[in-house]
């Protein structure tokens, strides 16, 4: 069983965050922690000047709150949301966190991942932990 484990959550329509959660309490073990992660993507320098500092705050309150929520009723959840590449920021914040396991929803690749690459795939690839994915 894990002890610490990272359910990245991303709100897109074919990912299932409700099943990663799940599977999640699954795997921990007793007292384990489980943290909701969200990474809000860098908005570019070009559009970031047509939205007001409020709307973004408020966009970032919004999900917050809902990954709150969604963490109600899991033992020993948490919520965080953090700003940066979402690959990138989903492993360096295991590392730094000492997660020992991440558990992911994944959606199925089509063939802009095969040339691009999704977050599954780098996370899998460079994670120092056990990783779940989950489709």
């Known amino acids: 069983m894990y002890m610490n484990i990272l359910v990245p959550v991303s709100f897109e329509a074919e990912r299932d965050a409700e099943q990663a959660i ?78 020992d396991c991440i558990v992911l929803a994944s959606h199925r690749p089509g063939l802009q991942d095969y040339f691009l690459g999704s977050t599954a795939a780098q996370v899998v690839r460079h994670a120092g932990c056990s990783v779940h994915v989950l489709r």
């Open 22 to 99: 799940e599977v999640a309490g699954i795997l921990a073990g007793e007292g384990a922690r489980i943290t909701l992660l969200h990474v809000v993507e860098h908005v570019p320098s070009y559009a970031i000047s047509y939205m007001s500092q409020e709307f973004i705050d408020e966009t970032g309150q919004a999900i917050q709150a809902e990954l709150e929520k969604m963490a109600e009723g899991v033992e020993n959840a948490s919520a965080v949301v953090i700003e940066g590449h979402s690959g990138r920021s989903i492993l360096d914040w295991a590392e730094k966190h000492e997660a």
